[in-house]
């Protein structure tokens, strides 16, 4: 049986109230997988229980009760995190430092130097599409780009899990996508992704499975198609119907416990259209 990537069991986190006589139960009772090589989804409304949830995971909360585990390991142990690239929502970096510096700077925290770190500065540059700014100041990056430098210093160490939260918080929409595909190639390249977001358009176009929390509650878990199939209904999308085959379609129905309920044109997302108008070769007509 394949050890799973992430295994959360029983996890509850209770914390104090300064100056107050009062406990908030951020997290109650969850449990859940995540699959080596998937893409997981963590979502919930602000103030769900998402991050705390992350926290604990990393081994920068303790648990009241439960369990976190990392590749079978306790997360409590800090060799779990060998494996594990993190990615905060707003992560702080040296303004003074350029892209390549910050990396170095990272890597060298995890224990690399020379040529082998020398190589991996310049394919993470080259993954995150960083290129051109490889050289300048990260205090004049944009929101997207301190996204993108973010990832690229999550995987300086090749790391078997990568943890984001909230990576788009903030990004425009040709940032998100870019940002999108990052995590979809993480994905191909055999990585296993977790992340929190509440931008539910973009987690159903990149995530295996998902986890609905609400008030430190698991919801609903599980495949992310089975949580959006509607299970009495059928979609049919036809192409080049004539009116004819149409009036034969409704013919059938009418002598069938089945009952057509609508017809519609397939549409693609706002996002989609959104990049194709913006996109730097688009043409202007």
């Not at 350029?98 to 540059?125: H, P, Q, S």
């Not at 425009?172 to 055999?190: C, T, V």
């Not at 009418?254 to 043409?283: G, H, I």
């Amino acid at each position: 049986m394949t050890t799973p990537a992430v295994r959360i069991e029983n996890l509850t986190k209770i914390f104090p109230v300064p100056l107050r006589r009062q406990r908030v139960t951020a997290v109650r009772n969850i449990s859940f997988e995540v699959r080596p090589g998937e893409v997981y989804g963590l979502l919930g409304p602000n103030g769900s229980g998402k991050s705390t949830t992350l926290k604990i995971l990393l081994g920068l909360v303790t648990p009241n009760q439960g369990r976190a585990m990392i590749f079978g390991q306790d997360s409590r142990d800090y060799h779990s995190r060998r494996d594990v690239g993190f990615l905060p929502e707003n992560p702080y970096f040296y303004k003074f430092l350029t892209a390549a510096e910050t990396l170095r700077f990272y890597g060298k925290v995890c224990g690399m130097g020379g040529a082998i770190l020398n190589k991996r500065i310049d394919e993470l540059i080259h993954l995150v599409g960083l290129e051109e700014a490889r050289d300048r100041r990260i205090g004049g990056f944009s929101k997207g780009m301190l996204q993108r430098i973010g990832l690229a210093q999550a995987l300086i160490q090749d790391p078997r899990l990568v943890v984001l939260d909230e990576p788009t918080a903030g990004v425009d929409p040709a940032g998100s996508h870019q940002i999108r595909d990052l995590i979809l190639d993480l994905k191909k390249r055999g990585k296993t992704v977790l992340l929190t977001s509440h931008l539910l358009e973009q987690v159903q176009e990149i995530c295996d499975r998902v986890g609905i929390m609400a008030r430190g509650e698991m919801i609903r878990e599980g495949a992310l198609a089975d949580l959006v199939s509607v299970k009495n209904q059928t979609e049919f999308v036809i192409e080049n119907a004539t009116p004819e085959i149409r009036s034969q379609i409704e013919h059938l129905l009418q002598n069938s416990p089945a009952k057509l309920l609508s017809t519609r044109q397939p549409q693609r997302s706002l996002e989609s259209v959104f990049l194709e108008l913006t996109a730097p070769s688009a043409d202007r007509k």
